[in-house]
């Protein structure tokens, strides 16, 4: 038994070695731990962009799928990442003396500069991620 989310699209488009697919939106979408890509709209059909690895042709059903352990990683990225950052800039500025008073303030204040310096580098690998949807999604023909 999977729990991955998987739904049924049509391509509608190759473009070379890319194909275009159009996904119903269903309630699935709410699981879907990669709904940034498509960003479903309700009522609209969402439009993925993927490599055509099935030798897919237009009007082909095919199957949509997160590939393995996508919502953990991005999870991580999400959620761990700024913890990270945010711990690191408290023990970091532990160990540094400015004379500020108090010093729990300064080291709250430095995890928060933590906190925005790992939020920002994890904006940049999901803004990554978003360009290689072929690492993120498996197709195949239904």
Do not use: H
């Not at 055509?52 to 953990?72: Q, R």
């Not at 990442?81 to 400015?98: A, D, Q, T, V």
């Not at 010093?103 to 940049?124: K, P, T």
Request: aromatic share 10%.
């Amino acid at each position: 038994m999977s729990n991955r989310v998987s739904d049924q699209g049509v391509i509608t488009k190759i473009d070379g070695n890319i194909l275009t697919i159009s996904i119903k939106t269903t309630d699935n979408c709410d699981g879907c731990g990669i709904k940034f890509l498509c960003s479903p709209k309700s009522g609209e059909d969402k439009i993925i962009k993927i490599e055509n690895t099935i030798d897919g042709k237009v009007g082909d059903t095919v199957e949509v799928s997160e590939a393995a352990n996508v919502l953990l990683i991005l999870s991580l990225l999400q959620y761990g990442l700024p913890l990270i950052g945010f711990l690191s800039g408290i023990f970091i500025s532990y160990n540094l003396e400015f004379g500020f008073k108090p010093i729990e303030l300064f080291q709250f204040i430095c995890g928060l500069l933590g906190l925005g310096i790992a939020g920002g580098i994890s904006y940049l690998i999901f803004k990554w991620i978003a360009r290689k949807p072929d690492k993120l999604y498996r197709i195949s023909k239904f």
